[in-house]
């Protein structure tokens, strides 16, 4: 199987167990229930719940795409990376970048009680070391080291092999949240990772209908252990969920490569535009960590600066300016769908950071997600949101005023 291209794995993977008339389709199994043959022989299903044939298949795809032996699908990312956190006991350590998702940050250090989680600088020195890391693993007692490249909001990039490579020496665990790429762009089991942690919500589903979380991994112990909780917590994804991120798996390569495409156009346009401070943008040459980040992402795909843009604006009100200003992109959290989108981390996404975690993202931060509309349009929307008088954009009726939307 793993002879053919992603993309056509993507489109023709995914076989539902047992699916005796040929559909074309996977099918899918809206059911709670299975009926047993009698009291005390079973078959491959008995409860959802437990696993369900299309669940099975989404999580069959997943983990091939991943290079992974197994994947689980959970009812969001966060059931997915709460699952994986959990893996430290209390007593235990938790070391993770400085720049993550809020809600991971949440989760980490107001939700697992008794587990010391710790934010180290995770980048590496001119000879590929870790230093940071490393002292903060000599010190013991580490379960899991916690990563996300790029990073969320900020778009930093950290070197996984060097990480893994430390994570391993000390004994300890690296989990990846590998959102940002998704797998069609970067593979982190590839580069030493123990597990992979995914909101599909974002671009793996990539339509903004689903909530959805993948874990994948190579280590089937894990594996049982995240299975065994799964079922005992009820976190699973629900059988409709899991079709709909099988169907949108389908069209994941051409989705993000075209959006792919678009983003680099736009963060192109905008980092010689004067009226934004500085664009983040990994597949930028200045971008730092650029180099690293291409050396990480997968070697076949054009291109790998992914979907999502940040901007340092000059001022906090130029910001909100600018997000307020914007006809095409809607103010929403979440990257990655069809639909580009607009956010101000700082009062969005990463407003649940708790204190004592990261930083916040200053309010001067705004987040792009490149969709699939025409780049023309969105560099258009762009230039008038960020152009303070600008209302000259309004092209009559293509482009209705905020106020006329819902
Ligand atoms: C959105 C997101 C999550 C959380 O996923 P949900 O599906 O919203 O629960 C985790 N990590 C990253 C990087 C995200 O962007």
């Known amino acids: 199987m793993s002879l053919l291209d992603a993309s056509t794995r993507l489109v023709r993977g995914g076989d539902v167990a047992g699916e005796p008339h040929g559909a074309t389709s996977p099918p899918l199994y809206q059911t709670s229930t299975f009926r047993q043959s009698s009291a005390t022989e079973f078959g491959a299903f008995d409860y959802t719940r437990t696993d369900n044939p299309t669940r099975q298949a989404t999580e069959a795809v997943l983990a091939d795409l991943e290079g992974g032996t197994s994947a689980l699908c959970f009812a969001s990312g966060m059931a997915a990376i709460a699952a994986t956190l959990r893996l430290a006991r209390p007593g235990e350590r938790i070391l993770c970048g ?18 010391d989680v710790e934010h180290v600088d995770l980048s590496s020195d001119a000879d590929g070391r870790v230093p940071a890391l490393e002292a903060a693993l000599a010190r013991g007692g580490v379960r899991l080291v916690f990563a996300e490249t790029p990073s969320n909001p900020r778009l930093e ?3 996984l092999r060097a990480i893994a490579a430390a994570t391993r020496a000390a004994d300890a665990r690296l989990v990846v949240d590998g959102t940002a790429m998704t797998p069609w762009l970067q593979a982190p089991l590839e580069l030493g990772a123990d597990v992979v942690v995914h909101s599909a919500t974002k671009g793996l589903a990539g339509h903004g209908d689903v909530t959805a979380g993948v874990v994948a991994t190579c280590d089937d112990a894990l594996r049982n252990e995240l299975f065994a909780r799964r079922n005992a917590e009820g976190s699973a994804l629900a059988p409709f969920e899991a079709w709909l991120l099988l169907r949108g798996l389908r069209t994941l390569g051409v989705r993000v490569d075209h959006a792919q495409e678009t983003a680099e156009a736009v963060a192109c346009a905008l980092a010689a535009d004067g009226r934004v401070n500085r664009v983040l943008y990994p597949g930028l040459a200045a971008h730092p960590g650029a180099v690293v980040h291409a050396s990480q992402t997968r070697p076949e795909r054009e291109r790998s600066g992914g979907v999502v843009i940040s901007l340092e604006l000059p001022s906090a009100l130029a910001a909100r300016r600018l997000v307020d200003g914007t006809r095409l992109f809607s103010t929403s959290v979440s990257f990655g769908g069809t639909a580009s989108s607009i956010s101000i981390p700082h009062f969005m996404s990463h407003a649940s950071v708790p204190d004592g975690a990261a930083p916040r993202p200053d309010a001067t931060l705004v987040r792009l997600s490149i969709g699939l509309e025409a780049a023309r349009d969105l560099l258009a929307d762009l230039d008038a949101a960020l152009d303070p008088g600008g209302e000259r954009h309004l092209e009559a009726g293509l482009i209705r005023p905020r106020a006329a939307r819902r």
């Open 157 to 159: 990039i950290v070197d």
């Open 98 to 115: 400085r720049d993550l998702y809020g809600g991971t940050q949440r989760f980490a250090h107001t939700h697992l009680p008794g587990v």
